[in-house]
């Protein structure tokens, strides 16, 4: 039998056969939210994988949602769609929107979320003109996301079902201060363990320290050394390192397993709370 499928027909499917949608929602596991979501997905497209970030978000907390899309992001190929579903809801100040960003497509409200997500502008910006195809507005999360997700899931361009706009809601996020002798940063994220994340890049601790011997401070504690595991202390010890996405994180190595608690516990550290390094 001879193929007379084309090498452009056959890419179209296998880019088809590859699409990914991801949620990152704060509904929680208990209720059937997430899963009527991801039917109604499915309903549409069934050669899809639909990929959890979390939905594990503080009930409405779009900063803490955008920490976990800002660290994900970059680890997904080209044409991956995200849900946003934490405040998700349309109002006069807050469209429905698509963000475009490096060849990946972002779908929820223009509440402020976007500021978190990217230190850059994105590419374009679609506010959605498509109908829900019910009359409820309490869940546009999956009744009008999904719809959207799954045009450009796909192949659909996001012209067909919105029209170009800017992002309108914005807010300025917490950034790492310098001088020639500091860097005074702030926790950004407390995760399951306790970890304390913070927002002082290797980066920035190379420029500034230049090899210099130096002291984290936080609280009344201090430390002296980054090291580059967690296992390079004892357990029960605090350890500060660099994690996967070369932010500082302070840490008890296996603290919260041995049931003593983390980082945020033990130092008693929460978000936003100063992080500062001083160089000798």
């Not at 880019?15 to 039917?39: C, P, Q, W």
């Not at 990929?51 to 899309?69: L, P, R, T, Y």
């Not at 090291?227 to 994180?249: D, M, P, Q």
Request: glycine share 6%; aromatic share 10%.
């Amino acid at each position: 039998m001879i193929d007379c499928r084309t090498d452009v027909q056959f890419d179209r499917i296998q880019e088809f056969l590859m699409a990914i949608i991801t949620l990152t929602t704060d509904m929680g596991l208990r209720d059937y939210y997430v899963a009527s979501v991801k039917a109604a997905i499915l309903r549409s497209m069934q050669e899809v994988q639909i990929i959890d970030i979390s939905h594990d978000v503080e009930k409405f907390n779009i900063s803490q949602a955008a920490f976990h899309i800002r660290n994900s992001f970059y680890e997904f190929p080209e044409r991956t769609v995200h849900i946003i579903g934490v405040r998700p809801e349309l109002t006069t100040k807050n469209a429905h929107v698509i963000v475009s960003k490096d060849g990946q497509y972002l779908i929820g409200a223009d509440n402020g979320i976007f500021s978190f997500i990217f230190d850059s502008e994105p590419e374009e910006v679609f506010e959605i003109t498509i109908n829900q195809d019910t009359d409820d507005m309490t869940f546009p999360t999956k009744d009008l996301f999904t719809k959207a997700a799954v045009h450009l899931a796909k192949g659909g361009t996001p012209e067909v079902i919105g029209r170009k706009t800017e992002l309108k809601t914005r807010f300025n996020k917490l950034q790492a201060i310098t001088d020639a002798s500091s860097i005074r940063g702030h926790v950004t994220h407390v995760d399951s363990y306790e970890n304390v994340i913070t927002n002082i890049s290797e980066e920035m601790f190379k420029e500034i320290g230049q090899g210099r011997e130096f002291q984290i401070h936080f609280r009344r504690e201090q430390l002296r050394k980054i090291h580059k595991t967690y296992n390079s202390v004892e357990t029960g010890e605090a350890v500060a390192l660099f994690n996967s996405r070369r932010f500082l994180e302070i840490s008890f190595n296996q603290g919260s397993y041995h049931g003593a608690g983390g980082a945020s516990t033990l130092f008693g550290l929460k978000v936003d709370d100063m992080i500062r390094i001083e160089f000798e």
